[in-house]
């Protein structure tokens, strides 16, 4: 065997026990891209509220507004009514205390130091819990804000293109991106391609995706696939100046070390372990009803036979 002495030289098992071993940092195959963080145009907000004043829908007339007026008549008047419940937004916490035993960071913290190590997987738990939150929350939620017309559902199960073009008819000014877990993302590029129409690929943000009419597909595992296999597509149209679907955030809380992103040492208690609350501030608000829409009722299980 290899590592069996020869010839009265010293083995390499036991020559290994005095070399240094070269190690990673500790890896963790939870942390995903998280694309819709970077996707979205992100709003600073006072006091962690943020109010969508909307206007009132208009009665369906054009006799407050004349084109190319006639002789002396009065002009009509017009006004524009505001809302008068308006919703509010109340940024969210998300949030722990990372508890790491001072014995354990004084002495096992070479090459890679344990706080720095705990707090940066601890991070990253957070940041992944945000994007769920953006998803599934029940206030601010991507999911609970879509208005009853602006869901459909699919025609027979598997999401075809006419079921993608259903869901643009309902989000058309300026769509920006479809939403969906990597299985339905992989049964759009099935019914697409099964019908000789397959998507194309576009590069954004370092990565490369499918696309449907020139919007690309974005896959994330925040939409969750239930136990029959079925799922939502969103689509959605992003940024304030087009009265799209934002992401809301406190600039300055205490202890920032990111955006909205705090790190505070809490001391050291009778055990001798030293505490960290980490906590992510945010929200997501959908300035206008249009700018989001669903398709519900996904099936990501079917698959095709080809001769």
Same mark, same amino acid.
């Given at each position: ?7 009265? #030289? ?5 020559? +290994?026990?005095?070399?240094?071993? *070269? ?10 891209? /998280?694309?819709?963080?970077? %996707? ?10 943020? !109010? ?8 369906? *007339? ?21 809302? #008068? ?16 035993? #001072? +014995? ?11 706080? !720095? ?37 699919? !025609?027979?199960?598997?999401? #075809? ?8 008819? /309902? ?7 479809? %939403?969906?877990?990597?299985? $339905?993302?992989? $049964?759009?590029? /099935? ?21 449907? !009419? ?40 205490? &202890? ?36 989001? &829409? ?14």
């Amino acid at each position: 065997m290899a590592d069996e002495a020869v010839a009265g #030289t010293v083995s390499g098992l036991a020559a +290994r026990q005095l070399s240094t071993v *070269t190690k990673s940092a500790p890896q963790w195959s939870g942390i995903t891209p /998280r694309w819709l963080v970077p %996707l979205l145009e992100w709003v600073p907000v006072e006091a962690g509220v943020y !109010r969508v004043n909307r206007v009132k829908e208009p009665k369906a *007339t054009d006799g407050d507004i004349v084109c190319s007026p006639v002789g002396d008549a009065d002009l009509p008047e017009s006004f524009v009514d505001y809302e #008068t419940e308006p919703r509010e937004f109340t940024l969210n916490a998300v949030t722990t205390v990372l508890e790491v035993q #001072t +014995r354990v960071s004084d002495l096992y913290s070479s090459p890679h130091d344990q706080v !720095r190590e705990q707090l940066r997987l601890t991070v990253e738990k957070v940041k992944e819990r945000q994007e769920r939150q953006l998803f599934n929350n029940e206030e601010y939620g991507l999911l609970n804000q879509i208005e009853p017309q602006q869901r459909a559902k699919t !025609r027979k199960g598997a999401p #075809t293109p006419d079921d993608l073009d259903g869901l643009i008819s /309902r989000v058309w000014k300026q769509p920006s991106y479809f %939403l969906a877990h990597p299985s $339905a993302v992989a $049964a759009i590029g /099935r019914e697409c391609t099964r019908r000789g129409v397959p998507p194309a690929t576009v590069n954004i943000m370092g990565g490369t995706f499918l696309s449907w !009419r020139g919007i690309p597909i974005i896959p994330t595992d925040k939409l969750d696939v239930d136990a029959k296999g079925k799922t939502s597509i969103l689509l959605i149209r992003t940024g304030y100046e087009k009265q799209g679907v934002i992401g809301l955030f406190q600039p300055g809380v205490p &202890g920032e070390v990111g955006p909205s992103l705090s790190v505070r040492f809490m001391g050291i208690d009778k055990r001798a372990v030293a505490s960290y609350l980490v906590s992510l501030y945010c929200s997501a608000a959908v300035l206008s009803p249009d700018a989001i &829409g669903a398709l519900d009722d996904v099936d990501v299980t079917k698959f095709h036979e080809y001769a």
